[in-house]
């Protein structure tokens, strides 16, 4: 399951997703972070089943927790497959198939916005 963890860094000594790591004993994944010396953003994928105990432990700490349901997804009205989103996506989410059309891995989508801002024909958004 990916959450999106938003938290302040003011008055926090020690690093709030190892602390969670720590306290849990749950892996996480870190997808995707921003984190500069007031706050951080995080996208976390973390087992179905520890989804809960990370949450709670993520909101005893102070962050804000968004359970993310889904990854980028396309209107096929829209798209006219012209490939602009394969090249630009890090992790791969899009592909051909074998009728030239481009279609979606939504899991693996770790929701960075550059296809979204990339497509030519505003086919792609987040759906949260
Ligand atoms: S960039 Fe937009 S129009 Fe082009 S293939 Fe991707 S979703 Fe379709
Ligand atoms: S939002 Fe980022 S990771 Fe998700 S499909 Fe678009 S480019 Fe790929």
Redesign the pocket.
Known sequence: MKLLITFSKKGRREPLIAKVVKESGVLINVE?AVIDSMSGEALIDVPDADALVVCNLMRDKGATVRILEH??SKDDQECVDCGA?IS???????FLDNDWKVK?R?G?????????T?CPHHA?S?TV
């Open positions: 995707r990854g980028v989103c630009i996506c890090p992790k791969e989410v899009f979606l939504e693996r989508c770790v929701l960075c916005g550059k296809c979204i990339a792609l987040q």
